[in-house]
């Protein structure tokens, strides 16, 4: 009986009255095979939703990867691990800096090791053999020597130490792009070198998609560190016949790209929102750039940098190389606004603080939200880190809070402002004084040791001799600048 229910139906046709008879009119039935009928019917209804769906939702394939780094990636996180180290000073802490990038006639040579034992030999020259300080810093320069020649990835372009063998302290940074050669000493790690490099090579995504493929890469120090992949479906497949059959495919066709549009839009700002990624640049197909730019949520289309053409097929290193002067004129901006910023706000009533000593007054007491500093602002500072307390120029004779004079240090004013501002969750910018000169320009320039040509937004900052700051808050009405 279920077999029959499935190869047949039995069919009510109509009513008959029969010959000569007196009783109403009685049903009629008939025997169909409606089976086949029924399964076309769901096949073919099946397929049109099929069909649908591809245009409502076109994606086939979503997909996530991470890949492993040779580098440290959250520069951010090892500078808060620096910025809370306990002061040392009776040994201080060795921070070394080196641009490891090999030499270019020679590919096994690196001049930053090289660098790095004319430092050390300079730096052991005339001190007592057993003072508690020389001990711990013959310690972290061979401690040094055997990270560089059997522990650095050769990959690494550049790498920073934070050592202090007498508090224990030893921790390497790897990473994909070169610092400036330099060893330092002093009570604190020397932080400035890695929190420039931070700061102007924070995390972008680079997002490039045309009609049927999306790729949104997390691109850190010159590498991709994440992606998240998408596959779209066919279009809908075109007919021959013009008029209405030709505008519903065009209209299909458009339903398809602004349905993975969506997709890509909303899968962008779940990866973006998830790092934090404040850069967004994108590259591909100009034909999806609107749908795109409509399906963007505004916090992600505040971050959009740039949009430039891209062949899909490309490869990644020609795409960071495209994308990369996009986010370098993005930061320049940045800085600049940060200096605006720290320019209105600075005087009684405002927001702002400018020049050493009261951006220093600033950042003791937790009041800078952001440190915007020349990147080659460089003063004298003195601390006394029993209280703490600090202070701008040459040691004092007498100590300004009443302590031990003889607790009081000297220090790089430049380093210690960077700490202070890490430490309080601060942000930072660093400003680039210089500006790209074109070879037409070298021949104006009569000397090579004249100064440099700086740029506006550093000439700007120059007016409060190359610091400031954006206060948390605004200072009361009479009152200048930062309370102690």
């Not at 009510?12 to 399964?39: D, E, K, N, Y």
């Not at 990369?324 to 993005?330: F, G, N, Y």
Request: net charge negative; aromatic share 4%; hydrophobic share 40%.
């Amino acid at each position: 009986m279920e077999g029959a229910r499935n190869r047949g139906k039995l069919v009510m046709t109509g009513l008959i009255r029969l010959p000569g008879s007196r009783h109403a009119a009685c049903p009629s039935f008939a025997w169909h095979s409606v089976g086949a009928r029924v399964g076309d019917a769901r096949r073919t209804g099946l397929k049109q939703r099929e069909r649908n769906v591809a245009a409502i939702d076109p994606v086939k394939q979503i997909s996530s990867h991470e890949f492993e780094s040779d580098f440290v990636l959250d520069l951010p996180r090892a500078l808060e691990r620096f910025a809370a180290l306990p002061p040392s000073t009776v040994a201080p802490y060795l921070t070394v800096t080196l641009d490891w990038q090999p030499d270019g006639n020679q590919p096994n040579r690196r001049p930053g090791r090289q660098h790095f034992d004319q430092e050390a030999a300079a730096l052991m020259e005339g001190r007592e053999a057993h003072d508690p300080a020389t001990e711990s810093l013959r310690a972290d320069l061979e401690q040094i020597t055997s990270f560089l020649d059997g522990d650095l990835p050769p990959s690494c372009r550049g790498v920073a130490v934070v050592a202090c063998h007498a508090a224990g302290v030893f921790e390497a940074v790897p990473l994909g792009l070169p610092l400036p050669n330099a060893m330092t000493q002093g009570p604190t790690p020397a932080l400035a070198s890695l929190a420039r490099l931070a700061e102007d090579n924070t995390t972008y995504a680079v997002l490039l998609a045309d009609q049927r493929e999306a790729t949104l890469s997390l691109i850190t120090q010159g590498q991709t560190e994440r992606d998240v992949e998408l596959t779209g479906t066919d279009f809908p497949r075109h007919q021959s016949q013009g008029g209405w059959s030709q505008r519903r495919y065009e209209r299909r066709a458009e339903e398809r790209i602004n349905a993975f549009a969506r997709t890509i839009a909303e899968e962008t700002q779940k990866a973006m929102d998830e790092r934090g990624v404040q850069t967004l640049v994108l590259a591909g197909d100009e034909a999806i750039t609107p749908a795109l730019n409509g399906a963007f949520h505004q916090t992600v289309q505040d971050r959009i940098v740039g949009t430039i053409p891209f062949d899909i097929r490309g490869n990644e290193q020609e795409l960071i190389d495209a994308t990369l002067p996009l986010v370098e004129q993005a930061e320049r901006e940045r800085e600049a606004a940060a200096v605006r910023a720290a320019k209105d706000g600075v005087g009684a009533g405002g927001a702002g603080a400018g020049g050493p000593e009261d951006v220093l007054t600033a950042l003791q007491t937790g009041q800078v939200m952001t440190l915007v500093m020349a990147d080659d602002f460089s003063a004298p500072g003195w601390a006394d880190f029993t209280f703490p307390v600090y202070g701008t120029g040459e040691v004092p004779a007498e100590h300004p809070a009443g302590g031990d004079i003889a607790n009081i240090v000297p220090v790089a004013l430049e380093e210690e402002m960077i700490r202070l501002a890490v430490q309080t969750g601060a942000e930072i910018e660093i400003v680039k004084t210089s500006v790209p000169v074109g070879m037409d320009e070298l021949a104006d320039i009569p000397d090579a040791d004249a100064a440099q040509p700086r740029s506006d937004t550093a000439l700007e900052l120059d007016e409060f001799g190359g610091v400031a700051a954006v206060l948390r808050f605004a200072l009361d009405a009479g009152q200048s600048t930062a309370d102690l």
